[in-house]
């Protein structure tokens, strides 16, 4: 038995040009609404800090350490925010290419050459465009991890430090 290595005659290629595409758009889909959990955890802290900074006189050592977090909790959000862009592009970018794999599938079985290899090109350009809009997300939220680490160490040296002020020396 022989396969054909067309497009059209082989249903394994349709399969992987329409399969490929939805898996990643699952992984996108996966990573915004991860992405969207965090950013609705560093705004939850940011409320909680402008709370805080409700209740200390200005000037304070206690109003000067929560006022300290404000700073890093906009970066972060930013971060968060940049990467969800990065990460809804992809989302899209993925089922446009799924949809331009299913019309280049439909236009090989018609044989116009000139159609399928616009739309091939326009769907490696869609997925190809949509892996960076993955990996820039992903990279992004590399990063914000490694400062919600960095601050949440110094944070906490600084409430130790706070509650727990170093005793003169006798």
């Given amino acids: 038995m022989q396969y054909g290595t067309t497009a059209a005659g082989n249903p394994f290629a349709v399969l992987t040009a329409i399969v490929a595409p939805a898996i990643l758009t699952n992984a996108s889909s996966v990573l915004a609404l991860g992405t969207s959990n965090r950013l609705a955890r560093v705004v939850d802290r940011t409320r909680i800090v402008a709370a805080q900074l409700a209740t200390f006189e200005l000037g304070t050592a206690d109003y000067q350490a929560w006022s300290a977090q404000l700073a890093p909790l906009h970066i972060r959000s930013q971060l968060l925010v940049r990467a969800l862009r990065f990460f ?7 089922a446009a290419s799924a949809l331009v794999s299913v019309g280049g599938s439909i236009v090989a ?30 990279v992004l939220m590399v990063r914000e991890t490694q400062l919600a680490v960095k601050y949440l160490e110094e944070e906490a040296k600084t409430q130790v430090a706070l509650r727990h002020p170093p005793q003169p020396s006798r």
């Fill in 88 to 94: 809804y592009a992809g989302l899209g970018l993925f």
């Fill in 109 to 138: 079985y018609y044989a116009q050459p000139i159609l399928f290899r616009a739309g091939a090109a326009l769907a490696v350009i869609t997925g190809a465009s949509a892996v960076f809009g993955l990996c820039a997300g992903c």
